[in-house]
Each structure stands twice: as C-alpha cells, then as structure tokens.
C-alpha cells in the first residue's frame, strides 16, 4: 500500500483558486489510479476526480471546466488544481489511492470557501 499526504488547503473566496497537492510514499505508485474525494459538514463523501494510471481522468460533474486532476509518477505527487472556487465546495478533501481491492487513504486537508 502508499501512505498519503495531502497539503494545499485554506481559506479562500469565491471565484478563488487553491492548487492541492497529494504526496504518496511507497512502491508501484504508478499502478494506482489516484483520486480526490471531498466530504462536507453532514455529508456523504464524494467523488471529485481520478486520473488513471496511463492518465485517463474523471470529474463529478459539479467540478467540470473548473478543476482539473494531474499526476508525476516520477515525484509521486498528484495535483489538484481548483479554479472558481464556489462556497458549495468547502469540504475536507482526501487523496486516494486504489488498485484492485487495494485502496488508501490520506488525512484530508481542510478548504473552505467563504468571503
């Protein structure tokens, strides 16, 4: 399994942008499909985005032509940058990794959108 760390999160306004960033530790990191979920005060987790491990991506159709996922499998990382920010996405966001029945998780990082 890989261990990850998410960093990037804050306060931010709408129409702000924030660009979070995932760092995972261990092996086979390109194997994984890698993905971003967000979960809100009193709500279900949800999916944001994932990106293939050849770079295919998905988005929640809340978040399309506004976020956009990335992975370097050479530093192990995966991006999240999200543009327009609304007050809707304020949420704990967590990196995920998944292969198989294989699947981790990160802390989350807190963003909140809010003037």
């Known amino acids: 399994q890989v261990q990850l760390v998410e960093s990037g999160g804050g306060l931010v306004q709408p129409g702000g942008s924030l660009r979070l960033s995932c760092a995972a530790a261990?092996?086979?990191?390109?194997?994984?499909?890698m993905g971003w979920y967000r979960q809100a005060p009193g709500k279900q987790r949800e999916l944001v985005a994932t990106?293939?491990?050849?770079?295919?991506?998905k988005y929640a159709d809340s978040v399309k032509g506004r976020f956009t996922i990335s992975r370097d499998n050479a530093k192990k990382m995966v991006y999240l940058q999200m543009n327009n920010l609304e007050r809707e996405d304020t949420a704990v966001y967590y990196c995920?990794?998944?292969?198989?029945?294989?699947?981790?998780w990160g802390q989350g990082t807190q963003v909140t959108v809010s003037s």
């Open positions: 990106i293939g491990k050849f770079g295919s991506k």
């Open positions: 995920n990794a998944a292969v198989g029945d294989i699947t981790s």
């Open positions: 261990g092996n086979s990191f390109t194997v994984y499909t």
